[in-house]
């Protein structure tokens, strides 16, 4: 989608492929009273990647605005740095969020993968990206991602049953936790599906397969010309 727009043409995508040896896919898949206190107490909110205008993080924090007012224990932790972090800071001191939100910065594997753990949902409001690793990642560590339709990941993860796809604003974002919260007693069977059909689609063999036909097609097309 991302290139059709720039390049006004059509493009095969392959996805990457995981070896099953990727530390996120090791980390994280128990969901056991993961989502019990959603709707009584706390949520949990992460956004992991730079602090750029095309990950829009702006969107992360109007969501925690408008989601304080139901949930008063709620908390956003940001993970990565970037040129948008100060500009970002005094946001949140003139919306009172303080207490509410974490900068953390850089973080390593076995950080990231302990604030996955304690995390419930992924925002990613990111516009444009083509394609964006994280969302998977979350999936694997039992975080709900919460996706922009804009996002080049988004095509993949629907056609898996993500169904947390929505419009890149603060309002559609804040409605679909509320939905989250809703279903909170079929999340964990619902990501462990997710996983499943995840793990399938990027395996090294259909990664190889979609290497091998989009080479015969070109091949194809290219000795089709005159």
Same mark, same amino acid.
């Not at 408008?66 to 940001?78: C, D, K, Q, Y």
């Not at 990565?80 to 003139?94: H, I, S």
């Given at each position: 989608?991302?290139?059709?727009?720039?390049?006004?043409?059509?493009?095969?995508?392959?996805?990457?492929?995981?070896?099953?040896?990727?530390?996120?896919?090791?980390?994280?898949?128990?969901?056991?009273?993961?989502?019990?206190?959603?709707?009584?107490?706390?949520?949990?909110?992460?956004?992991?990647?730079?602090?750029?205008?095309?990950?829009?993080?702006?969107?992360?924090?109007?969501?925690?605005?408008?989601?304080?007012?139901?949930?008063?224990?709620?908390?956003?932790?940001?993970?990565?740095?970037?040129?948008?972090? /100060?500009?970002? /800071?005094? /946001?949140?001191?003139?919306?009172?969020?303080?207490?509410?939100?974490?900068?953390?910065?850089?973080?390593?594997?076995?950080?990231?993968?302990?604030?996955?753990?304690?995390?419930?949902?992924?925002?990613?409001?990111?516009?444009?990206?083509?394609?964006?690793?994280?969302?998977?990642?979350?999936?694997?560590?039992?975080?709900?991602?919460?996706?922009?339709?804009?996002?080049?990941?988004?095509?993949?993860?629907?056609?898996?049953?993500?169904?947390?796809?929505?419009?890149?604003?603060?309002?559609?974002?804040? /409605?679909?936790?509320?939905?989250?919260?809703?279903?909170?007693?079929?999340?964990?069977?619902?990501?462990?599906?997710?996983?499943?059909?995840?793990?399938?689609?990027?395996?090294?063999?259909?990664?190889?397969?979609?290497?091998?036909?989009?080479?015969?097609?070109?091949?194809?097309?290219?000795?089709?010309?005159?």
């Amino acid at each position: 989608r991302g290139i059709r727009q720039i390049y006004h043409r059509a493009s095969t995508v392959i996805p990457f492929a995981l070896t099953g040896e990727e530390p996120f896919l090791a980390g994280g898949a128990s969901v056991d009273g993961k989502f019990d206190r959603l709707e009584a107490e706390e949520i949990h909110l992460l956004q992991v990647g730079q602090l750029t205008s095309d990950k829009r993080p702006e969107v992360a924090l109007a969501v925690l605005k408008l989601l304080r007012h139901r949930f008063p224990h709620a908390t956003l932790t940001f993970v990565g740095d970037g040129p948008r972090r /100060e500009a970002l /800071e005094q /946001e949140v001191d003139r919306l009172g969020l303080r207490p509410a939100v974490r900068f953390l910065g850089f973080q390593n594997e076995r950080e990231l993968t302990q604030l996955y753990e304690a995390s419930h949902i992924l925002l990613f409001p990111g516009a444009h990206q083509p394609l964006g690793l994280v969302p998977i990642e979350a999936i694997f560590h039992s975080v709900v991602p919460i996706v922009a339709d804009t996002a080049g990941v988004a095509e993949i993860l629907q056609r898996h049953g993500l169904t947390t796809i929505v419009p890149a604003t603060a309002e559609a974002f804040a /409605e679909q936790v509320m939905t989250i919260v809703a279903r909170r007693a079929t999340l964990g069977s619902w990501l462990a599906d997710l996983r499943r059909s995840l793990a399938t689609e990027l395996s090294y063999e259909r990664f190889l397969d979609c290497y091998e036909q989009c080479f015969q097609e070109a091949i194809f097309a290219r000795g089709s010309r005159p």
